[in-house]
């Protein structure tokens, strides 16, 4: 009887992990089962978890302990097991899958492209989550840049999106946009996509650790130290774009610039300052709204078709990674961990925000690579 191995951590103090390998169940008629073979660790995961009951993410992947959760992640799987027609073994998917070494998918809505997985405790969660991309038919797809694609693939989608939620809002009256964890990858994916806008002056706020890294990514007009806000006038008309959840810095930002337009909240990558008193206290000037990505996908496929939705996405996409992969100087390289320990030791990593950030981690449950 087979097993798959998971990584889970506790929902309650997202510091404790714990290792579960359970048996396999067998596949009910119209499921696939498929091996995780690789997927990406990064600062948006660990949003994920620490948004994960108030966001429904770990409703995605239940353990069957409701003090245990199991963070989503983006990767790559192979069918090894189908009892769908539509579905052969064999098959590579891009998708949303657990930290574990294998999943069970039902498998609807099928086209050459894609599929959805049609589990009944899904139905209700966000569609764009639910999708499973073909690989042998997906336009991002090349078999040599799986790790790019994990790492960045759903932080620069992100990334484009909110750069199209400004424009679409004409920037909210503003022409400077301020944005915090700078050297993160959803941030410096949406810099990229705004340094490339007409009149538009991007910020980014870092910590002194990470200045020298983004001065050099080239996508930041500015870079400033969180301690050093006040080298731009209080007055300036901006939009403040937070990537880090960190309450005390959103608190400082609201309290300095009279000239806020716009307060957007992505996401958590400061977990440990989530709930400080910033995140709670009422803050001066907008109030900060928390911008949900497939909200806006909703919108601009109904104004643009998915088929020009696409076509756009695919072309900001090949720009950004051909800049980001650049051999002659990388905004990121993978590092891989494969087995149980190893997930555990980079996850506690991601978690506390250390390390190299031109680092992307990608991972394996498998203790070989390939799942041998």
């Known amino acids: 009887m087979s097993t798959t191995l998971s990584l889970q951590i506790r929902k309650s103090r997202l510091g404790d992990t714990r290792l579960d390998d359970s048996t396999d169940t067998p596949l009910a008629d119209g499921q696939v089962r498929v091996r995780i073979d690789s997927f990406a660790l990064t600062s948006n995961n660990i949003t994920y978890a620490a948004f994960g009951d108030a966001m429904s993410y770990w409703r995605f992947f239940p353990t069957g302990d409701e003090a245990w959760g199991n963070i989503p992640v983006w990767g790559f799987a192979s069918v090894v097991q189908s009892l769908h027609p539509g579905v052969a073994v064999g098959e590579r998917l891009y998708g949303y899958w657990p930290m574990a070494t294998g999943a069970v998918l039902s498998p609807t809505r099928l086209s050459p492209e894609r599929f959805a997985d049609g589990a009944a405790h899904r139905a209700e969660l966000p569609a764009v989550y639910n999708q499973y991309f073909r690989c042998n038919a997906d336009p991002l797809y090349t078999a040599d840049s799986e790790d790019t694609q994990a790492l960045l693939r759903p932080l620069f989608i992100t990334s484009w999106l909110i750069d199209d939620f400004m424009a679409d809002n004409d920037f909210f009256g503003a022409r400077t946009m301020l944005l915090s964890s700078a050297s993160s990858k959803t941030a410096y994916g949406t810099a990229f996509q705004l340094h490339q806008r007409e009149g538009i002056e991007v910020v980014g706020l870092t910590s002194a650790a990470n200045v020298g890294y983004c001065e050099s990514l080239g996508c930041y007009h500015r870079v400033l130290r969180y301690d050093a806000l006040d080298e731009l006038p209080a007055d300036t008309p901006c939009v403040y774009i937070d990537f880090a959840g960190n309450g005390a810095l ?123």
């Open 250 to 372: 959103r608190e400082a930002i609201h309290a300095r610039f009279t000239g806020l337009r716009y307060s957007c909240a992505i996401g958590g990558t400061h977990v440990e300052e989530l709930a400080s008193k910033g995140a709670t206290r009422e803050l001066a000037g907008p109030r900060a709204t928390l911008f949900f990505a497939p909200a806006q996908i909703k919108k601009r496929t109904a104004e643009w078709g998915a088929e020009e939705f696409s076509r756009r996405m695919v072309a900001a996409w090949q720009a950004f990674t051909a800049r980001a992969t650049d051999a002659a100087s990388p905004w990121l390289r993978a590092e891989h961990h494969h087995g149980g320990a190893a997930a555990q030791a980079a996850y506690r990593q991601v978690l506390a925000g250390k390390g190299d950030p031109r680092t992307g981690h990608i991972l394996s449950l498998h203790a070989h690579p390939g799942g041998l």
